[in-house]
């Protein structure tokens, strides 16, 4: 166990000092005993590195809303131990972390595992939305839906215990750490950097994954030079917990014959696992190229970044929709918006993003413009605004903009609030 400074994670370890290292990781709104099935096994090659995620298992609120933040204070905890290579494996979010890791500090990681896992996961939108229902509603709404996105309905039927031991772990989650980790999972997209994967890699996922399912997987395959693919028969999201002596056989087996050993220090494990149950590992290689990045001189064109923050605030549902109906003659007037409205005023830094979604509410109000006011409240909750906060801002536009423009805008906002705090049911 560990202190844990800001910039750092908490961590465990376990199995003998002088093994190789072995880190695993997490799922968002899991603890690293997610991992528990398999340490026994593990603990007799390897010396395991488990860590939390902030604000999970009861570690030190510190969010972080970056895959590479996170990743960084995985580095400076292993730095502080001093632990310079080791194998990695990690659990959705944890596989986000090991292949960032791969990418930014190759020389550090020996072989690599990514289990359940997705070059990009999901949409954008649908992790903004997940935050602005957690942060509205707090984490029962992901606790109770927690068992359909991990589990196979014959195993949560099965296991209650199991399932309400992983419910638990949510509803003790810090609801500002889940939202920011729900921050980093929106903006990670690594589709065209999988190529400068060099490590060796295993992509295991669940036959029944409904969340980042085998299409995720064999994208990551297809991407990553050389990687395996292994399907494990009979599991959901989380894997490692429903199907935990496949995945301990495929770890093993991973960990022991890929091990790229470039550091003469560290010993690689020499051992032949036994299988203990029946999986049906696929393998798929093949070798992705990733795409060339434009190159442009004198000042760089802000259409690119604010495009980003267009998405970003207004989601790409919205903005998909805009540009779709742009023709020949709006199509100059939406590049126009995206280039010097979200590129270089929304980009400035001299507001964040919470307090320009106040302004902007309160400008479409005063104008008039409230063909605009939904999409800005939609933006407003994305930002971080709550639906209270919101109020307050209408309020204020009531006193200074009058009443029947603050009545309309308040009808407005209302069901845009109603429809986007609703938890699924």
Known sequence: MSETPPN?????????????????????????????????????????????????????????????????????????????????????????????????????????????????FGSADEFRQRGVIVRTNGLEPMARTAPERWFTPGFAAAQPAIVEWAVQMVRTTDPGCYIAACEALAAFDIRTDLGRIGVPTLVLVGAEDQVTGPGDARTL???????????????????????????????????????????????????????SAPVLPVAELTTGTAQPEAESGGRPDPYGPGMKIRREVLGDAHVDGVMAAADDFTGD????????????????EGLDRRTRSSVTITALVASGHLEGLAAHVSAALRNGLTPAEIREVLLQTAVYCGIPAASAAFTIAQSVIQAETTPPA
């Open 221 to 275: 395959v297809a991407g990553i030079p050389d990687a395996r693919l292994a399907l494990v028969p009979g599991a959901s999201h989380l894997a490692p917990v429903e199907q935990p002596g496949a995945v301990t056989d495929l770890l093993l087996t991973h960990f022991s014959t890929a091990w790229q050993d470039t550091l003469a220090a560290i010993p690689v494990p020499s051992f032949a696992p036994r299988l």
């Open 333 to 348: 007037f939406q590049e126009l918006v995206t280039r010097y409205a979200w590129g270089e005023v929304w980009r400035r």
């Open 8 to 120: 750092t994670l908490q961590y465990r370890f376990d199995g003998p000092e002088d093994a190789p290292v072995l880190v695993i990781g997490p799922s968002l709104g899991t603890t690293w005993h997610m991992w528990d099935r398999q340490i026994p096994e593990l603990t007799q090659h390897w010396r395991v590195f488990r860590y939390d995620l902030p604000g999970h298992g009861g570690a030190p609120a510190h969010p972080a809303t970056a895959v590479s933040e996170l990743a960084d204070r995985l580095v400076a905890t292993l730095d502080g131990l001093g632990v310079q290579r080791f194998g990695y494996a990690g659990c959705s979010i944890g596989g986000a972390i090991g292949a960032d890791l791969a990418l930014r500090h190759p020389q550090r990681v020996a072989s690599l595992a990514l289990v359940a896992a997705s070059p990009r």
